[in-house]
């Protein structure tokens, strides 16, 4: 009796086991999968300039007085941006790695590098855009994974006052010697209360069209800040009324200041 019982345990138990692994090499699949979807989306941000400074380079070109001045800015414009993308694609293959490189990184020049790939002037959108960021703040972290998370949020930011303008703030303070807190804070529309616990998780949207042309959301912008800002050991929050507008605000640790040589 006893000895049927401890066989039907084993028995149990292995098959617990192997039920075990298939789960960890599905979830390893899962996560392969959501990898190719952040980068196909992150690349997809990138794409967005390059193909329209190549555009008018190309227009301009064909037209019938090049204007070689406009053609080399929106060439270099593309160049960079083809560059910069080739870089985020390799930092984003290392985050999937777990691999990343830490530094010390200004604040001023994360946001000044995030807001040249944003490319779009946000006042051609009736964007009033306000930075405010202390010059000597820096935070310690992979900087170009840290641009990314600023870039999503700034897009975010963007879509929601689409067509309506606004303000979008860039604020970052000290919150004591070890953190540092970066807000992106707008005008939008908000985001309904019972939605909150749901913007982190992957392929959440409300952003999706009938439209082919139009830009449709893939909702893993946020599950990409998240899961980025988490590695670096810190945490994203958002805070947001329904009419009047959104805030999220990154909590990262900061640079500790250079030792001084004695
Ligand atoms: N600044 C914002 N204002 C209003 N809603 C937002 C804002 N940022 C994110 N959201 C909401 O969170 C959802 C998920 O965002 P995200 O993960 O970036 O995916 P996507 O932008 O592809 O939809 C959005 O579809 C939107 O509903
Ligand atoms: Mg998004």
């Known amino acids: 009796m006893q000895e049927s019982l401890l066989h039907q345990l084993t028995e149990t138990q292995r098959q617990l086991e192997l039920l075990h692994d298939q789960l960890t090499e599905s979830q390893r699949l899962a996560t392969i999968g959501t990898i190719c979807a952040v980068i196909a989306h992150e690349f997809n941000n990138l794409l967005t300039p390059i193909v329209s400074y190549s555009q008018f380079a190309l227009q301009s070109a064909q037209g019938e007085k090049p204007d070689m001045v406009l053609i080399c800015k ?27 490189s830490y530094a010390a ?12 790939v944003l490319a779009r002037d ?6 009033a855009l306000r930075v405010q960021i202390p010059p000597e703040l820096a935070v310690y972290g992979d900087s170009v994974q840290l ?7 700034l897009i975010n930011a963007r879509q929601a006052m689409l067509g309506k303008g606004g303000s979008l ?13 970066i807000q992106v804070i707008d005008s939008g529309p908000g985001i309904p209360e019972k939605l909150l616990p749901k913007i982190f998780q992957p392929f959440f949207t ?7 042309t139009e830009a449709h959301g893939t909702g893993l912008g946020l ?3 998240k899961d980025i800002v988490e590695h670096h050991s810190g945490r994203i929050e958002v805070e947001s009324e329904v009419g009047r507008g959104t805030t999220f605000s990154v909590i990262l640790p900061a640079a500790k ?5 004695s």
Do not use: H, W, Y
């Not at 414009?77 to 691999?99: N, P, V, Y």
């Open 223 to 225: 599950a990409i800040c």
């Open 147 to 153: 641009e990314q998370v600023l870039l999503n949020l």
């Open 206 to 212: 409300t952003k999706a069209t009938a439209r082919q």
């Open 257 to 261: 200041p250079a030792a001084t040589a």
């Open 122 to 127: 946000p006042q051609k959108d009736g964007i």
């Open 74 to 100: 929106a060439l270099t414009k593309s160049f960079q941006s083809s560059q910069k993308a080739g870089r985020i694609c390799a930092s984003m293959l290392s985050l999937a790695r777990g691999e990343s």
């Open 105 to 116: 990184v200004p604040v001023q020049t994360l946001v000044d590098e995030t807001l040249t």
């Open 169 to 181: 703030t860039i604020k970052a303070s000290a919150v004591d010697e070890n953190l540092v807190k």
